[in-house]
């Protein structure tokens, strides 16, 4: 399984989010990267390679542009309001009875305006980071596209927090939904997106809303008790020519494999049923009981078997690295999917 992979990650290292009351480090930082690869390399998945940069247009077929030039100005324009040496974080966001009508011309304006959070500082380096990210996952597609059965997008910033036109949950361009609409342009007639991140892909979800050509399947924590909390509930099923091509599978708090397993087996047969031609993998590992910030109870030995049931369902496959916090030991849990997936 080839493996696609930027430095340029390293370029995304923020100084703090806004998390349960108080500024602290943030937990989606360059280390997650570097453990992933360095245990990609031990365990020997597949040979790393940088991706082939794809430039905007293939951005452009699942984001506003409006948001993609807010995204690539955004922090030129906070320096010259606030300076370098802080992180741009948005003070305030659209309540109900307030309206998204019209942009602020205000950079603070604006950082509330596309985003939903204030656990995702915009930095110098945010825009080459996330570009790179994406990058990573095109040329992932681009594998697949060629005839490879699977390839490995070792992305960060991660991406499916992001919408068509907002950012949020440490995340800017929808790595997985930007690789989903390249293989439909590369002549896949049906994708799948399967997000086992320990949150709801709502980005994802939203972009893909009312499509019927791209099914979207989510497994995660209840968003009535857990992040991203305003959207990822079992009734939402798509809209319009997208309805039905939506499926979340919410879990309880406390989680541990035998409930994973049974939502799993509930993904693949509804992936089966869709007809797919491939399967984008939404591969975050905050499903891990040691996850700081998560609270299901996943061992590191389930996500071998989360691999091979993944294979089971018979697509080819292209993984995506999404969240996964517990960064001593999500290279060991992310190999581990790679591998049951590869072992079949
Ligand atoms: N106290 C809950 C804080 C949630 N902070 C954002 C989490 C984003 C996960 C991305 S996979
Ligand atoms: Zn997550």
Redesign the pocket.
């Known amino acids: 399984m080839i493996v696609i992979h930027s430095e340029e990650h390293r370029l995304q290292a923020g100084r703090s ?1 806004l ?2 009351g108080q500024l602290v480090p943030c937990y ?1 930082k360059p280390a997650r990267a570097d453990i992933v690869r360095a245990r990609i390399e031990a365990v020997g998945i597949g040979p790393i390679v940088n991706p082939t940069r794809h430039g905007i247009a293939p951005l452009e077929r699942v984001h506003d542009a409006g948001y993609l030039d807010f995204l690539r100005t955004a922090w030129d324009e906070w320096v010259k309001e606030h300076g370098a040496d802080i992180d741009a974080l948005p003070l305030n966001w659209v309540a109900p009875g307030m309206s998204r009508r019209r942009v602020p011309r205000s950079i603070d304006g604006r950082l509330g305006f596309y985003s939903f ?1 204030a ?1 995702t500082p915009i930095t110098a380096g945010t825009w080459r980071a996330a570009t790179a990210a994406a990058d990573n996952a095109l040329t992932g597609a681009d594998r697949l596209r060629a005839g490879d059965r699977s390839a490995f997008a070792l992305c960060r910033p ?1 991406g ?2 992001a919408g068509h036109a907002f950012y949020g ?3 800017f361009l929808n790595n997985a939904a930007i690789a989903a609409q390249s293989l439909r342009d590369g002549g896949a007639a049906r994708v799948a997106v399967l997000d086992v ?3 709801h892909g709502n980005g994802t979800q939203e972009i893909f809303w009312e499509r019927g050509d791209v099914l979207f399947v989510s497994i995660h924590a209840d968003p009535a008790d857990e ?1 991203p909390y305003f959207c990822g509930h079992a009734d939402e099923t798509g809209a319009g020519a997208g309805d039905g091509a939506n499926l979340n599978l919410t879990l309880p708090w406390g989680t541990d494999w035998s409930g994973y397993a049974q939502a799993l087996a509930a993904a693949a047969a509804r992936i089966r049923d869709f007809g797919a031609d491939a399967l984008v993998l939404s591969l ?1 590992a ?1 499903t891990y009981g040691g996850d700081p ?1 998560s609270r299901f109870r996943l061992l590191s030995e389930d996500f071998l078997r989360m691999g091979s049931a993944i294979a089971g369902i018979g697509l080819p496959t292209l993984f995506v690295l ?2 996964g916090y517990a960064v001593d030991d999500l290279g060991v849990n992310v190999a581990n999917v790679l591998t049951g997936f590869e072992q079949g």
Do not use: K, L, S, T
Request: with cysteine.
């Open positions: 989010e998390n349960d989606e959070d656990g991660p499916h927090h949950g440490y995340c991140d320990y949150h992040f975050g905050d910030i999404e969240g």
